[in-house]
């Protein structure tokens, strides 16, 4: 699916000028109409804090040379173990001209605390 998808609880991120970051909930809700993207190394994507099913792996150090793999007619949220490196996942994106990039606050921490559905292993 194609489009941009807005969320009704976007905020400013405390760190990182000009990213918004999203409630997982909300990620949650929204997730079948998103492209969401995991920026932690691999060992953390099938580790004891699982993954959000369906989301696609990009380790953050890769992000600048797989950029342009990513759609730019979609939103895409970035995700992270705690939201600090998808923060910066998403500075990046919206540095290079992306301009509906979400992060999601609290990262897979926030999620398994939410008791979201997660897969422990690749899929």
């Known amino acids: 699916m194609s489009g941009f998808i807005t969320f009704a609880n976007s905020f400013e991120n405390p760190q990182f ?3 918004s970051d999203v409630d997982p909930k909300e990620v949650q809700e929204k997730k079948q109409s998103l492209k969401l993207i995991d920026v932690r190394q691999p060992d953390e994507f099938t580790g004891e804090l699982g993954h959000i099913p369906g ?7 890769e992000l600048p040379q ?14 992270c173990r705690s939201g600090n490196r998808s923060a910066q ?10 301009t509906s990039v979400y992060n999601m606050a609290g990262g897979m921490l926030r999620w398994n605390e939410l008791n979201l559905e ?4 690749n899929e």
Do not use: C, M, S
């Open 89 to 98: 996942a998403t500075a990046f994106a919206l540095e290079n001209g992306f």
């Open 17 to 19: 000028n000009d990213v």
């Open 55 to 61: 989301a696609e792996l990009i380790v953050l150090n």
């Open 66 to 79: 797989k950029l342009n793999e990513l759609p730019r007619d979609q939103t895409i949220v970035f995700i």
């Open 118 to 121: 997660t897969t422990e292993k």
